[in-house]
């Protein structure tokens, strides 16, 4: 008897970490897979990515419309509010066996709830980690109440979940499940990179990534200014990517397109590289900048620098190839010059991943199986106390 597994997907980044997982879960004959896709992917400001999602060769079940033109505080809130209509359509005429979501998006909390109510058991992975500067703490930390299974990157956030009272012989730590991209997907060359993105990669440069800190006393206009600040006096080709649809993001995105925009030879700007070519640009750039969760858990994989700005990211483990700094243009720039240095470069050498795993995809739909299969699925738990 064929089980149905629904996998809700709201991010180009949190689709990409999820990817592994959708091909091992469309390999099994006797599991149905709906894909549901909602928030910044059907977005065109933010490229559409439900697009890409297709063209990967998944089917998409259902698209599920919440975005409102605005990214203030309450315009987030009521974005959640619209998507709970939607979801909650979806879940009472749709009952699959297992929802799957990953991470800590505001998105996937309407999702928990309708799934709850619908009494849908849910599976949540990357759970556990740490993140003091954005509001995707709390939400990562409510989802694991939420939810009935948990995969995790490693033994650290195995214990925290175990710590927020979930049983564990439900807590399991594969490794990052993105970073089977990292390891599987072939990468271009630097030439073949350079036609497909219509930029020159003559000399060094570097890559961007920078969300707005939502918790933080700094404004988003002045945040984005002293990273903007600190890359006026380098002599580096950039490439940046979008800044998520968090609160805020729209002014980060103004403000490096305005950046972009006075010296279009050595900047370029993406809504959304994509799996291929933001790993490729990854494997080939001098660092990392910003404080997005791929400098974390990616970088590491290919030995090259991250400076990771500010507190979004603090808490979370990390390489040695991380270099933390405040986000002040001062420091920025201070973070640079060191892990330009040759002496860093060549400790990171030998640097390992602390969320490397071996087969996480098959190892987490194994486990899933064997709760389908043997009727151990919930959404009613006890409380696990130490």
């Keep these: 008897m064929s089980k149905t597994i629904c996998v809700v997907t709201a991010t180009r980044a949190e689709y990409d970490g999820l990817y592994p997982l959708l091909k091992k879960i ?29 063209d990967d060769g998944f089917e998409i079940k259902e698209k599920i419309d919440m975005l409102l033109a605005s990214d203030s505080a ?69 989802i694991t109440k939420f939810s009935y299974l948990h995969f995790v990157a490693n033994d650290e956030y195995r214990r925290r979940v175990i710590q927020l009272g979930e049983n564990p012989n439900r807590v399991f730590a594969f490794g990052e499940l993105s970073l089977e991209n ?24 570097v890559l961007i990534t920078f969300h707005p800190e939502t918790i933080s006393k700094k404004s988003v206009e002045n945040q984005i200014s002293e990273l903007i600040n600190a890359l006026k006096c380098l002599n580096l080709k950039i490439i940046f990517t979008k800044a998520n649809a968090d609160k805020g993001g729209r002014v980060v995105n103004k403000a490096i397109c305005n950046f972009v925009n006075e010296n279009p030879k ?33 970088s590491p994989s290919f030995f090259i620098p991250n400076i990771n700005i500010g507190a979004r990211q603090e808490g979370r483990v990390r390489a040695f190839n991380t270099v933390d700094c405040d986000l002040s243009s001062a420091e920025i720039l201070k973070a640079i010059h060191k892990v ?38 919930d959404v009613k738990k006890e409380f696990y106390d130490f």
């Design 182 to 205: 990292v390891l599987n997907e072939k990468l271009l060359s630097k030439n073949d990179l350079e036609k497909c993105i219509n930029f020159k990669l003559d000399k060094p440069y």
């Design 26 to 54: 469309k390999e099994r004959s006797f599991l149905k897979l709906d894909l549901v896709v909602t928030g910044a992917h059907l977005c065109q400001e933010f490229g559409n990515t439900y697009k890409k999602i297709l």
């Design 266 to 298: 050595n900047r370029i700007f993406f809504d959304n590289l994509g799996r291929k070519y933001y790993l490729s640009a990854m494997k080939y750039c001098d660092m990392i900048i910003g404080n997005s969760s791929s400098g974390i858990y990616e």
């Design 74 to 142: 309450s315009a987030i809130s009521k974005s959640m509010a619209v998507e709970l209509f939607g979801f909650a359509d979806y879940f009472s005429k749709n009952k699959p066996d297992l929802l799957v979501i990953l991470g800590d998006r505001y998105e996937l909390l309407p999702v928990c709830f309708s799934a709850l109510n619908e009494m849908i058991p849910i599976a949540h992975i990357s759970g556990g980690e740490i993140t003091k500067g954005a509001i995707d703490d709390n939400i990562r930390h409510a």
């Design 340 to 377: 330009m240095c040759v002496d860093f470069k060549n400790k990171i050498k030998t640097l390992k991943n602390p969320y490397e795993g071996k087969n996480t995809s098959e190892k987490i739909v194994e486990v899933i199986i064997e709760f389908l299969l043997n009727g151990k699925l």
